[in-house]
């Protein structure tokens, strides 16, 4: 006969769960270590371009204090997607309507390969005028085919990589193949103020209901950049269609939003 002291596997079990806690913050930080970013750019044909839909998505844009006792005068971000063709190859036209007080500010115009989003040209109306780019044979280069550019007499613009237009972000981030929380992806957006190109990182750090009224939630996605230590923005995309609905950002002791308009 063989005798066990219950004592004894209490105290085991005991070892064993003290074990488990210490170890598993370890085992979390390591697997997110290991994490494998997948790289989005304008070749690698990794973005879900199928899904881009034509239509117009309006979203209220205002900035808050770190408390949320003083909110800003709300803008109004008109953004449109239309499919088109140029040089007999299918392509998408991104509109950018930025209205403040019932002004409009500026008007932005990229039009993309649509298949890849790789940018063909760029086009930003301000108050202070206009500036145009073409882009071809891996260079962003002012264009000599709109009047007045006042771009023209800059440098073209080297693009060693694959970018896609980082105006057109709430556009984009809706192709995005996201399967899972803890996914990774460092996209190739620029900025056409930018000196050089680059690649920035984004994390999906977890799913969440995000309450619409009183009565409906929906499901979204949260996806993260960090842009620098202490400024950061979250992306609300609702779980199936990862239709862009809500952003928040901080920096310097303030926030942005945009939530879409229903």
């Known amino acids: 006969m ?35 970013p997948d790289t989005i750019n304008a070749v690698n044909n990794k973005l879900l371009t199928g899904n881009l839909k034509e239509g117009t998505t309006v979203y209220l844009v205002y900035t808050t204090d770190s408390t949320f006792a003083r909110t800003s005068t709300g803008d109004i971000w008109e953004r449109t997607t239309t499919f088109n063709t140029t040089n007999n190859q299918p392509t998408v036209e991104f509109g950018w309507k930025w209205y403040h007080n019932d002004t409009l500010q500026r008007k932005i115009t ?7 989003l790789a940018p063909l040209f ?16 891996s260079f962003m280069v002012p264009s000599d085919t709109v009047q007045n550019n ?31 929380v803890g996914q990774i992806f460092d996209i190739a957006f620029y900025d056409p103020n ?40 979250i992306f609300w995309l609702t779980e199936k269609s990862k239709e862009l609905v809500k952003m928040k950002e901080y920096f310097k002791g303030r926030y942005w939003f945009k939530v879409k308009l229903y």
């Open 2 to 36: 063989v005798i066990i002291k219950l004592s004894s596997i209490n105290i085991f079990s005991k070892k064993m769960k003290v074990c488990y806690i210490l170890t598993l913050p370890v085992l979390l930080q390591a697997a997110a270590a290991l994490a494998q």
């Open 110 to 116: 990229n039009i993309c390969n649509r298949q890849t």
């Open 122 to 137: 760029h086009k930003g109306v301000f108050k202070t005028g206009t500036i145009a780019y073409d882009f071809k044979d």
């Open 150 to 180: 006042a771009a023209i007499k800059r440098t073209k613009v080297p693009l060693p990589i694959p970018v896609i237009s980082w105006e057109q972000d709430l556009e984009t981030y809706p192709l995005l193949p996201i399967k899972k």
């Open 194 to 233: 930018e000196k050089e190109p680059s690649y920035h990182r984004y994390e999906v750090i977890g799913k969440e209901y995000l309450p619409l009224n009183s009565d409906t939630k929906i499901k979204c996605w949260l996806l993260k950049i960090q842009y620098q230590p202490g400024s950061w923005a």
